[in-house]
């Protein structure tokens, strides 16, 4: 059995258009969503800002009813079940919010253990275990409005685990992290899995979900576009090349040009200092170098390179193609 289930997940919402919003539309955020997590795995979803990932975990965590379609974790069902699965899982997001900043840490910890029922005699040696994990053993009694974001960040996933949940939800956990930090906080979430937690994790951080993930599902528009380990995902561009030029003061067709050439699969536009960088995958018998720039003509170019694709590259190939 399957610890996490989705099902043909859909969600639709109303939302109000015209000069009086007198008018209703329907937006469909997630378009039959199905994909199952195993026991013990750590599986990353990934989309763009927009795709539907957060809707897509707000239904699992039981915060947002399905319009239709069925989810259940550990066997229960997110809507006839509620509260068993609420008792299961663990939720983490991104940001500073959800913590209370002029307490120190152990006094949040203790807040929110009292929240999650955990037993009082059991409540001292589960902060002291968790605060050795997450690596905040020695800064317990400082004040979080003096922790850094990583700390904050490695804080909330502390309490995310006091109720020792079997499953956990990750939603963009480094986001806004320092680099240091971040790295930090992907040795603890690594070490979850390895403790045998079921981890659900998204992420806008390609290399970081090919470090951490076992498997990968990619959403766009809210529908799933590719499922597999991050390996699978790149074998879908490992037979063609990537293809990096810096531009400047392009105009605003200039990625389009490129796009109707034969063989090129996908063009995405970079910000880069002064520069703009066309990124441009194609096929591994397509589309030459000497083509492209020939094809954007009278653009000035800088620095022109290729290089073998990325898993960043399969994700966006993918989303660009959806």
Excluded: W
């Excluded at 009082?120 to 400082?142: F, H, N, S, T």
Aim: proline share 4%; hydrophobic share 40%; net charge neutral.
């Amino acid at each position: 059995m399957a610890v996490v289930e989705a099902v043909d997940l859909r969600r639709t919402y109303k939302t109000s258009t015209g000069l009086f919003r007198r008018r209703s539309l329907e937006v469909e955020a997630v378009r039959g969503v199905s994909f199952e997590i195993a026991e013990g795995e750590l599986f990353g979803l990934l989309g763009p800002n927009g795709a539907g990932k957060t809707t897509t975990i707000k239904m699992l965590i039981t915060l947002l009813i399905p319009t239709s379609g069925e989810a259940r974790v550990l066997g229960y069902d997110v809507v006839k079940d509620a509260r068993e699965v609420r008792k299961r899982i663990g939720y983490v997001f991104g940001g500073d919010r959800g913590l209370y900043e002029r307490l120190p840490g152990i006094d949040n910890l203790r807040y929110f253990a009292e929240l999650y029922g955990v037993p009082p005699r059991e409540q001292r040696a589960r902060i002291d275990e968790l605060l050795e994990l997450v690596g905040l053993k020695g800064r317990e009694k400082e004040k979080v409005e003096g922790y850094s974001k990583g700390m904050r960040q490695r804080l909330h996933i502390a309490r995310g685990l006091l109720h020792d949940p079997p499953v956990l939800f990750l939603d963009e956990p480094t986001i806004g992290v320092d680099p240091v930090g971040a790295r930090e906080l992907r040795g603890t979430i690594a070490s979850l899995a390895q403790a045998g937690k079921t981890v659900l994790l998204t992420t806008h951080y390609m290399f970081e979900a090919d470090a951490l993930c076992d498997r990968i599902a990619v959403i766009a528009k809210g529908e799933i576009v590719a499922e597999g380990t991050p390996r699978d995902l790149k074998a879908l561009v490992t037979e063609g090349t990537v293809v990096e030029i810096e531009t400047f003061d392009a105009p605003g067709d200039a990625a389009d040009r490129l796009r109707r050439l034969p063989g090129v699969m996908s063009v995405a536009v970079e910000d880069r200092e002064q520069a703009q960088v066309l990124v441009v995958q194609s096929e591994a018998t397509g589309t030459t170098t000497q083509q492209l720039l020939v094809a954007l003509g009278d653009v000035q170019v800088g620095r022109v390179s290729a290089r073998e694709p990325t898993l960043e590259d399969a994700y966006v190939s993918l989303v660009t193609r959806k």
